[in-house]
């Protein structure tokens, strides 16, 4: 079964620090979006990003935040400077299609910022 | 009021009961509906697409009600690996393709 990967699982960084949260969706899909889960509290939705655009963003996602496909594979999330708050679980998803299907998330990255 | 609302339980039933979970949402404009399952500290999985006509995947049912915004779960001959926090999702359908989640209700089957 194709499977969304990403890296690294598990991320410690300083407050300050910029960190590059990479994802590789699956090859055929199309649409690829950004979510955080804080510990204990719901997946909120960050980022969306079709034919190498944002299609749109969430208010959490402010000028720290930047999303980027490098390539024809990789899907990156950055965060500039990160504070205390970013610390969550930061999962990537791809989907065939805008509304129709549902999505398919990768296994996580777990930010933990000191 | 909330974009997905839902009852957070959690909902402690015995091993072969039937189980139901209902989910609101905020936007008569909402185009795709979804149930996830999510396991502790994992990733949502996709359970099933929700569609106006309901629809069923072996001990899993799944209705829309667009008039009252509601859509539900139904989980029957409930097994002890149904334990999990199951999550409404929404797609607004608009241009930027966001799905919105909700918080998720916890269910706990026990031998």
């Known amino acids: 079964e194709p499977e969304v990967t990403q890296t690294p699982s598990h991320q410690v960084t300083q407050m300050g620090q910029e960190v590059i949260l990479r994802c590789v969706p699956i090859?055929?899909?199309?649409?690829f979006y950004w979510y955080r889960q804080i510990l204990g509290q719901k997946v909120e939705f960050l980022v969306s990003f079709y034919n190498n655009e944002i299609s749109e963003k969430s208010e959490i996602f402010d000028d720290q935040f930047s999303v980027e496909r490098p390539d024809g594979s990789n899907f990156t999330l950055k965060i500039r400077s990160t504070k205390l708050e970013d610390s969550a679980m930061y999962f990537c998803?791809?989907?065939?299609?805008?509304?129709?299907?549902?999505?398919?998330f990768g296994s996580g990255t777990r930010l933990t910022v000191v | 009021r909330k974009e997905v609302e839902q009852d957070p339980g959690p909902f402690n039933v015995p091993e072969g009961a039937t189980v139901a979970f209902n989910c609101t949402y905020s936007n008569s404009a909402s185009q795709s509906f979804f149930w996830y399952r999510q396991d502790c500290r994992k990733e949502p999985k996709l359970l099933m697409s929700?569609?106006?006509s309901g629809n069923e995947d072996g001990r899993f049912t799944a209705q829309l009600n667009r008039a009252s915004q509601y859509i539900s779960l139904l989980i029957r001959d409930s097994k002890l690996s149904d334990s999990a926090t199951y999550l409404c999702a929404v797609n607004l359908g608009t241009g930027g393709f966001k799905t919105i989640f909700g918080a998720g209700t916890r269910l706990f089957v026990k031998a």
């Open positions: 090859s055929n899909h199309l649409y």
């Open positions: 929700v569609y106006s």
């Open positions: 998803a791809s989907s065939e299609a805008e509304t129709n299907y549902g999505y398919t």
